[in-house]
């Protein structure tokens, strides 16, 4: 069980690692509104940038991460009614539904920011009096978010493993027991005595 546990903990922690330093690339390499050349009368022209392929990136691996660690736990509703304490329950619960929620935005942060970023391709329309760009810390923020909701996530696995664990320990008889070999049952007729000469002649013959 421990191995298991430390195996998708591993697993989960590189690829929330791998989230946010993809997200933060991201935030390095959008493109910023000094980049964007105006060409009159209406058109914006934008530079290529690896935004888009770096918040697709983080976007899938925090997305992996998340489906490993639920599918490692299990289903939480189905664990209400076994024999887990009231308070590691709802401890569990908290940590399940906070990394969702994190997991959701940032999910749409990345998604969305990558996709705004290169909507544009070279040359788009003049919005307004200005050209639109991808406002900063949307990458960013994402890439915390990730972190986030994989430290949750990993909080919620090991809450429901060391109760799984103290569960089975608490189900196994001590390990003393298994090779003590049981006696017969005593008998209901009372003790015969012999006299101590019989031993003697049988010993001495």
Same mark, same amino acid.
């Given at each position: ?6 195996? +998708?903990?591993? *697993?989960?922690?590189?690829?929330? #690692? ?6 933060? *690339? ?6 910023? &509104?000094?980049?964007? /050349? ?12 690896? *935004? ?5 990136? $983080? ?8 489906? %490993? ?23 569990? !619960?908290?940590?399940?539904? #906070?990394?969702?929620?994190?997991? +959701? %935005?940032?999910?749409? !942060? ?9 909507? /544009? ?11 639109? #760009?991808?406002?900063? &810390? ?6 915390? =978010?990730? !972190?986030?909701?994989?430290? =949750?996530?990993? =909080?919620?696995? =090991?809450?429901?493993?060391? $109760? ?6 608490? *189900? ?5 027991? &298994?090779? %003590? $070999? ?9 003790? #015969? ?13």
């Amino acid at each position: 069980m421990e191995r298991k546990v430390l195996r +998708v903990c591993v *697993a989960v922690g590189f690829l929330g #690692v791998l989230a946010a330093a993809l997200g933060f *690339a991201a935030e390095g390499t959008r493109i910023k &509104g000094s980049q964007v /050349h105006y060409t009159p009368p209406d058109t914006c022209t934008y530079p290529r940038s690896p *935004a888009l392929g770096l918040g697709l990136g $983080a976007a899938v691996a925090l997305m992996i991460a998340q489906v %490993i660690i639920n599918v490692a736990a299990g289903c939480i509703c189905c664990k209400r009614n076994s024999q887990y304490s009231n308070s590691n329950w709802t401890l569990s !619960l908290v940590y399940f539904v #906070v990394s969702w929620f994190t997991f +959701v %935005i940032a999910f749409l !942060l990345l998604l969305t920011g990558a996709a705004l970023n290169d909507q /544009h391709g070279e040359e788009s329309m003049y919005f307004g009096n200005y050209c639109y #760009v991808v406002k900063p &810390g949307v990458f960013a923020g994402g890439a915390v =978010l990730s !972190l986030s909701s994989i430290t =949750l996530g990993i =909080l919620y696995y =090991l809450t429901l493993s060391s $109760a799984e664990n103290r569960m089975q320990w608490g *189900a196994t008889p001590y390990p003393n027991q &298994g090779g %003590i $070999a049981m006696g017969p049952p005593p008998s209901s007729q009372p003790p #015969v005595f012999v006299p101590e000469d019989t031993y003697t002649r049988r010993q001495f013959p």
